[in-house]
């Protein structure tokens, strides 16, 4: 009998550990480096980037009107020779391409 409720016990902790992940999953922000990871490659579909960055705490942006907490980031991209330098803001919860702007 001991070995059955062993089993069931292990059962039961399996399943509740794996609901509580699909629900963390479900509802954490994304990361910065996975923020970073999506802004490159948007940024590649237009051609190569040779240097990225991105800030580790999200910062409240307005855009449009509306409220954001975001990500701060930048890439480097090399065109016909000559490096351009483009900064861009990503929502921490969906992790969309807010803003991007053309620097120096």
């Known amino acids: 009998m ?8 292990a059962g ?5 550990g794996f609901l509580v992940k699909q629900q963390l999953d479900r509802y954490q922000n994304i990361t910065p480096e996975k923020a970073l990871k999506q802004a490159k490659e948007t940024f590649k579909k237009q051609g190569p980037i040779s240097g990225s960055w991105i800030y580790m705490k ?23 020779g ?22 120096a």
């Open 82 to 103: 000559e490096n351009k330098q483009y900064e861009f803001y990503i929502d921490v919860d969906s992790g969309a391409v807010i803003d991007s702007v053309e620097t």
């Open 2 to 9: 001991k070995a059955r409720n062993a089993v069931i016990a």
């Open 12 to 16: 039961a902790g399996l399943a509740a």
């Open 58 to 80: 999200p910062e409240e942006v307005e855009r449009n009107g509306l409220m954001y907490n975001a990500y701060r980031g930048g890439v480097t991209r090399s065109i016909d």
